[in-house]
């Protein structure tokens, strides 16, 4: 047979198979994932990837995963969910509580996996932490409501600061109740709070020389997905007006902070990968309920104590999960 014969018989022979014969391997199930900064949060992106590897998903191979940034701007969550959705994502994770109220209020089918540091049964997202019911579950990682610990924890270390300062995100949801939290948690210690406000970078360097101005003795910096973005600004800010400062996670303290005090966010993110894993296999997110995060890390930086020239008390020391030399 001829080459030219045997290619005409190869193409009608293609056009009698039936569809289902021609048809592709199906097409992969699409998580949509969104986050406030995709830099600041490249360890916590691997740590979903691994969650979601532990329910047998590899992106590229069984799965798609969209990833989308709002580069610290809550207002463009609402954007971002409405184009995941055509995107016909089979799971849609949404990371803060902004991220979260916005999925919900566009769909009650797609399947929502939320992690967030509010309250979700107060945010009216679920009817039960046990039983969430309709179509979203998902990780509380009590990122909101620590503040008055945070403070605690400070004073205990720097006794003699009769005024803290408390940095707050005043776009960010949860700032009003932070600001009662601290307000509260001040009293308790007998201690004064001067309220600082920043949702640009730009504000930073006022909100030190006003701390500096009103002689504040130490400085909490409130839960907020944007200063965990600026947090090496804010550690460098610090050291060089000699601040002594909390924070909510390690990496604050790993990039040169003081202390910092709050859950293990990694783990948070690897338990979202799992949920978001058990979804695409069927589950339904009625049926899961919210995880609240159990592990709390307290980190101190004897490096930077000693730079400030604070004698760690040895007692604190010693409840302290992680001390970086």
């Not at 080459?3 to 009608?12: E, G, M, Q, V, Y």
């Not at 640009?200 to 839960?223: K, M, N």
């Not at 894993?277 to 609240?292: S, T, Y």
């Not at 890390?297 to 020391?317: C, D, Q, R, W, Y």
Request: include cysteine.
């Amino acid at each position: 047979m001829r080459r030219r014969d045997f290619i005409t018989l190869l193409c009608t022979a293609a056009t009698a198979w039936p569809p289902e014969a021609l048809a592709q391997q199906p097409a992969m199930p699409v998580v949509g994932f969104m986050i406030s900064s995709i830099q600041a949060r490249s360890q916590q992106i691997a740590a979903f990837h691994a969650g979601l590897k532990d329910t047998g998903y590899v992106q590229g191979q069984n799965v798609t995963i969209e990833l989308r940034s709002a580069e610290d701007r809550f207002d463009r969550y609402p954007a971002l969910v409405a184009d995941l959705l055509r995107h016909g994502v089979a799971v849609l994770v949404a990371v803060s509580n902004d991220g979260a109220i916005a999925a919900k209020r566009a769909t009650a089918t797609t399947p929502i996996v939320f992690g967030m540091g509010g309250d979700p049964l107060a945010l009216g997202l679920v009817d039960s932490l046990n039983h969430p019911g309709g179509n979203l579950t998902g990780i509380y990682f009590f990122t909101q409501g620590l503040e008055g610990k945070r403070l605690g924890l400070l004073h205990e270390l720097v006794p003699t600061a009769t005024t803290i300062a408390a940095l707050i995100n005043p776009d960010y949801s949860p700032a009003k109740n932070q600001l009662k939290d601290v307000q509260e948690a001040a009293a308790r210690l007998g201690v004064q709070v001067l309220v600082l406000r920043a949702n640009a970078e730009a504000d930073f360097d006022a909100v030190f020389t006003d701390l500096i101005r009103q002689r504040a003795g130490a400085l909490l910096v409130c839960a907020s997905p944007f200063f965990f973005s600026r947090r090496q600004q804010l550690v460098v800010l610090a050291a060089r007006h000699a601040v002594p400062a909390i924070y909510e996670w390690r990496e604050y303290v790993a990039a040169g902070g003081l202390m910092s005090y709050g859950t293990n966010i990694n783990d948070a993110y690897r338990q979202m990968g799992v949920y978001a894993g058990r979804i695409l296999k069927g589950e339904k997110p009625a049926d899961l309920p919210i995880v609240q995060s159990t592990k709390f890390e307290f980190v101190i930086n004897l490096s930077t104590a000693k730079a400030l020239h604070i004698e760690v008390p040895p007692t604190l020391a010693a409840r302290a999960n992680e001390v970086i030399e």
